[in-house]
């Protein structure tokens, strides 16, 4: 089946620090992956995607690539921010399904 | 341009109410999908209409679930006779006419707690 896996959080961070949120994925058929983040109040915005193996996303610093052969698309960023909290979640969109399937989500917490 | 709004964004029924979730899309968006996000898991799609049809609730539960996108006015997610497993996140997005599936904006959200 299809299937989102993503770390558990909250994950605590000081302002710079580098930023790993691991994101595993199982798919039936050659899905396109997604970021999505949720500020405080808001609806989910897409952060960045990836419609096909080794292709990397990036925005706002934000960076995920698409990797096949270890079906992970991990969210990685240099230097976070306090503008930063938020939750983030992981998504495939499986073509043949024509469906989004999302992980947990994962909450940051960035401290000044 | 307004984005998809949702209302209310907090809703508390008890057991046996019925809840009335809206979803009002994004300006010349014909196309609305909800989710729902039960505690500690991911979103999980439920369906997907368009204006005046229903054109896949493989996501609906059987029973007590219903939707609707009217010609005119909000798409509305309706739970009838509550349960307290009802108590989730509900998430609607949109997306506009001739655009792929997977471009969808998202609302903030109803959360919904059955007493």
């Known amino acids: 089946g299809n299937s989102v896996t993503q770390m558990e959080g909250p994950v605590t961070l000081s302002e710079e620090a580098f930023l790993t949120i691991n994101c595993t994925y199982t798919?039936?058929?050659?899905?396109?992956l997604f970021w999505y983040v949720q500020y405080p109040g808001e609806g989910l915005q897409l952060l960045l995607k990836a419609t096909k193996a080794d292709d990397k996303g990036s925005n706002k610093g934000f960076e995920a690539t698409y990797r096949k052969e270890t079906t992970s698309f991990h969210l990685e960023k240099g230097s976070v921010q306090v503008s930063d909290s938020a939750v983030y979640f992981c998504?495939?969109?499986?073509?043949?399904?024509?469906?989004?399937?999302f992980g947990s989500g994962t909450k940051l917490n960035v401290k000044p | 341009n307004a984005g998809v709004m949702q209302n209310p964004r907090h809703l508390v029924r008890r057991r046996g109410q019925e809840a009335r979730l809206r979803c009002s899309p994004m300006?010349?968006?014909?196309?609305v999908y909800w989710y729902r996000q039960l505690p500690e898991e991911g979103l999980k799609f439920m369906v997907y209409?368009?204006?005046?049809?229903?054109?896949?609730e493989s996501g609906m539960p059987k029973e007590r679930f219903s939707a609707e996108f009217p010609k005119e006015g909000p798409s509305i997610l309706r739970i009838q006779q509550v349960v307290r497993g009802d108590s989730a996140a509900y998430f609607c997005?949109?997306?506009?006419?001739?655009?792929?599936?997977?471009?969808?904006?998202f609302g903030p959200g109803t959360r919904l707690l059955v007493l």
């Open positions: 998504a495939l969109f499986e073509y043949n399904f024509n469906k989004f399937y």
């Open positions: 798919a039936t058929g050659y899905p396109s």
């Open positions: 997005a949109s997306s506009p006419p001739d655009y792929p599936r997977e471009t969808q904006y």
């Open positions: 209409l368009q204006k005046e049809n229903i054109i896949d």
């Open positions: 300006k010349g968006h014909s196309h």
